[in-house]
């Protein structure tokens, strides 16, 4: 399959992402919230190129069928360990596509209280957008390709691929 983004030009581009979240952020301790499951690549990554303290917590999602392509609305499979009250809460997203399910997720996480709520997203496919959704770091903006590897899959397939490539090329 053809490479999109190289594992090099992804270690680049989170480095950067991670000292520019440092900066932002400075004298604050972010709370990570990784969405489940395709998340977990960049955030294990982005975690260790923040170069100041955080925490972490995941959220697992998953739709609800032909009635989420409209509403994006999710079902919570596994909920968040920690409260959000007072925190600098981040949420951490593999790709923002048509951005229903970033939308009803920050509906969600905002009902409970952060001081501040910042999205990061590896990818970004902004052709796809049905609802406007705050992306506040974004990794690649890309076109519209279905892309797998860092932790994105296909059928829970090729998450593992260190590369980002473009399924069935
Ligand atoms: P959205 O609600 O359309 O923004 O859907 C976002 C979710 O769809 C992401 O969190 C991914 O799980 C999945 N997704 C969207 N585009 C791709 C892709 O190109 N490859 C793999 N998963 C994708
Ligand atoms: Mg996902």
Not at 138 to 165: A, C, K, Q
Request: aromatic share 8%; proline share 3%; with cysteine.
């Amino acid at each position: 399959m053809k490479v999109l983004l190289s594992r090099e030009a992804i270690r680049d581009r989170v480095e950067a992402m991670g000292r520019e979240i440092s900066r932002d952020y400075a004298g604050r301790e972010p709370h990570l919230v990784g969405v489940l499951k395709g998340a977990c690549t960049f955030m294990t990554d982005l975690a260790r190129a923040i170069e100041i303290p955080i925490t972490m917590d995941f959220i697992a999602v998953s739709s609800y069928g032909a009635a989420t392509k409209t509403s994006g609305e999710v079902r919570l499979v596994k909920d968040l360990d920690q409260g959000l009250e007072g925190r600098d809460l981040i949420v951490i997203e593999d790709i923002v596509d048509t951005g229903l399910t970033l939308n009803y997720l920050l509906n969600v996480l905002r009902a409970r209280g952060p001081r501040s709520l910042k999205v990061a997203a590896l990818l970004s496919k902004p052709s796809r957008r049905l609802v406007e959704v705050q992306a506040d770091y974004v990794g690649f903006t890309i076109d519209d390709h279905f892309v797998v590897g860092y932790g994105l899959d296909y059928n829970e397939r090729y998450r593992s691929l260190p590369d980002i490539v473009v399924y069935g090329t």
